[in-house]
């Protein structure tokens, strides 16, 4: 397993053979996932996300063009990487995983692009929306993963912990939020299950991926009640409201500008 030094000396690398093979250009790069979240396990991947951009008469063709690029997985690594097309419909949406991306603490591509992006995450963001996806993430790894289980993962814990947590701060904070299962913990975990989440947490980024262990009931009870209870929220929420496609658009029109400037 390579070093994340290494990683970010061989990403680089591989998003300059992307552009070349592929016509495009990078605008974002960053790791996401369990490395991102900060609780990676010993053989964990690398997950590397791109944004990038097309020539302008790409958009323009009768054909359509696939707006996801994605390389082989390997045991190292997983590359993938979304245009900015379809990153900006899906902030429409107020996707998450776009401000997971941009609050990444590990970035493979230096720019100003995420400044510029900025006030766009600011004005798209959408509680019920945001709230949805995590609650969502939350129910589907409790009841796939943990639910009726003899034996569990140490890592699938987290995987519902995390977007219950997410949704106590979204729906304390109303912002989207920290991307760091750390800063999460600080903010919304109770006092009293700060010490059984510390020994998961040593044991995931001790132990292998396949590692199982018994089930933690007092984590258990305390996912079941978050759900019942942040259903019962979403439940009497008013429905998502589309915003207007204006901003996203004059977006899209000013980065093509910029890139055909820069070339």
Known sequence: MMTQEEMNLLVPQKLREIEKSHGVKTLYSAESGSRAWGFASPDSDFDVRFIYIRPRNDYLRLNEIRDVIEMPIDDTWDVSGWDLQKTLRLLWKANPTIYEWMQSQIRYVASDFEKRFAPLLREYFCQKSMMYHYY???GNNIRT????????????????LRPILACLWILENNSAPPILYADLVEAQLPAELRSVNQELLEMKVSLPEGAE??????????????????GEYLRQLPDFKPKSWDALNQFFLSELDRMEQAT
């Open 213 to 230: 262990i018994q089930p933690v009931k007092v984590i258990d009870g305390f996912l079941d009640s978050q759900i019942e209870q942040l």
């Open 145 to 160: 993963f943990l639910k009726g289980k003899e034996s569990v993962k140490p890592k699938k814990y987290f995987y519902a």
């Open 136 to 138: 969502h993430m939350a």
